[in-house]
């Protein structure tokens, strides 16, 4: 099968927000200061790991559709959807904020594209659905960092 360009265009954008979801998972990795910042910092390596595994499954499934790629940083700082990280030391209470609300954007943009990958590409889609599961997992865990046991379970408490 080849990908059209509809579907390569799809696959790109998943791409695009996973690499720069990695990037800003190593970047809240190394500048994250405050309490429980052993936790949050060997919780951060599970959701970086997470997210390259996921990329490179993506960028290895357009190429096996015959598709290009394209994980070069000028096309990750123009094409991604995630805000970026900021800059300088940040609280464990803030970075985990900023990574719940980027492990959801990234979601929320393999939501965006499924139903067009999935009516040319159920195996893609099938991807699509793993990544949605491990990343919304992950939101999860990192976010309850920060939860108190009287938080409303429906909805994060970041926003």
Request: proline residues 4%; aromatic residues 4%; without cysteine.
């Amino acid at each position: 099968m080849k990908a059209s360009p509809t579907l390569a265009s799809n696959l790109q954008r998943v791409l695009t927000d996973l690499i720069d979801l990695h990037l800003q998972g190593k970047q809240a990795h190394w500048n994250i200061v405050g309490a429980n910042f052993r936790d949050l910092h060997l919780q951060l390596d599970e959701v970086v790991t997470s997210v390259r595994l996921f990329a490179d499954e993506t960028a290895e499934r357009m190429r096996a559709l015959h598709a290009l790629p394209d994980g070069r940083s000028a096309t990750v700082s123009a094409q991604t959807r995630l805000e970026q990280f900021p800059d300088g030391l940040v609280s464990t209470k803030d970075a985990v904020k900023l990574i719940t609300a980027r492990l959801e954007r990234t979601v929320k943009t393999m939501r965006e594209v499924h139903d067009e990958v999935d009516e040319e590409d159920p195996t893609s889609a099938d991807l699509l659905h793993a990544g949605i599961s491990r990343l919304e997992q992950l939101a999860w865990m990192v976010n309850a960092e920060t939860l108190t046991a009287s938080a409303p379970v429906t909805a994060p408490e970041h926003g």
